[in-house]
């Protein structure tokens, strides 16, 4: 499995899905939430929030952008993310890999661009309210941080919204970090909130917030899923839309044991569990030892 999964990075038809639980192989550096549970802790010390949805991310945003205000929820997110720690093993060998056409990061650290600015010729396209851009799904940047600036839309009278279709000066891009749920740089866009979500479930069944470029570069493609679980509905459905009509092989390193959800997610998506510590696999993957090629990068 190891070798299918180095040989395909070889021919560039793995794609990576790196969830939040990739940051604990980051330790050189200000730690920073490397889960929902765990970022809701943070977000929830900039304002009181029912005990109810206390550990609920997605509601417990969403209160505090109706009491306090969305500029309440941005400013503590930017807080949070604002150091991160230096690119993992895994985030410097992706970025060196001699084709890399599509990366997603679906968290909202800064690690995966980082770790790109090796490489000459990327970009990103992160996933955006519609409480702050309304009418888009998705923002382009280049490498170098600016904004490039999106399509015209046009809206007809029942108010739906156009296509994440790409600005033609992307299209040359050789590698394209995806960040479906926005990320703290270059311009702290974060779809967080129950609201955001709505918004974008709405439409995505129908693809509609999934990048064209996304959508291509997929086809026939693998996706190997790191650093994610998919324990709750909103996980598998962004995971499904993303992977839709690429290949029908794909992997997820999961350690431990399964929900019945998961379970049944990763048989109907065909995905293969590799059930391992994420350290061990990376480890296998690049070859080199996870805690001591970090001690390493900080001496």
Known sequence: MLSAIKTG??????????????????????????????LVVELTKSAT??????????AAAQYIENFKHRKTIAAAMNKTFEQTPEPSVLHKWLAERAVLPLVVNAW????????????KNW???????????????????????????????????SGAKAPAEAPAETLPWETLLYQPI???RPASNYVISDSDYVEVL??????????????????GRNFLFLGCRFSTQLERNFAR???????????????????????????????ELIDMPLAEFVAGLTGQAVAAATAEAAA
Do not use: C
Not at 13 to 32: N, Q, R
Not at 202 to 219: A, F, G, L, N, Y
């Open 9 to 38: 990075f070889e021919r560039g038809l793995v794609i990576p899905y790196l969830g939040p639980g990739v940051l604990t192989l980051a330790t050189v550096g200000s730690p920073i939430p490397a889960a929902p549970e765990e």
């Open 49 to 58: 929030v029912p005990h109810k949805i206390r550990n609920n991310l997605t």
């Open 108 to 119: 909202y650290d800064d690690l995966p661009q980082k770790a790109l600015a090796v490489r």
């Open 123 to 157: 970009g990103m396209v992160q996933g955006v309210s519609q409480a702050e851009h309304f009418g888009y799904w998705v923002n382009y940047f280049h490498s170098d941080s600016t904004l490039v600036p999106n399509k015209e839309f046009l809206r007809d009278g």
């Open 182 to 184: 926005g990320s703290v």
């Open 202 to 219: 709405t439409e995505i069944d129908i693809q509609t917030p999934i990048p064209e470029t996304v959508q291509s570069v997929r086809k």
């Open 241 to 271: 839309q993303i992977m839709k009509r690429s290949s029908d092989q794909h992997w997820a390193v999961i350690e431990g044991a399964l929900t019945k959800n998961e379970v049944k997610f990763l048989k109907e998506q065909k995905i």
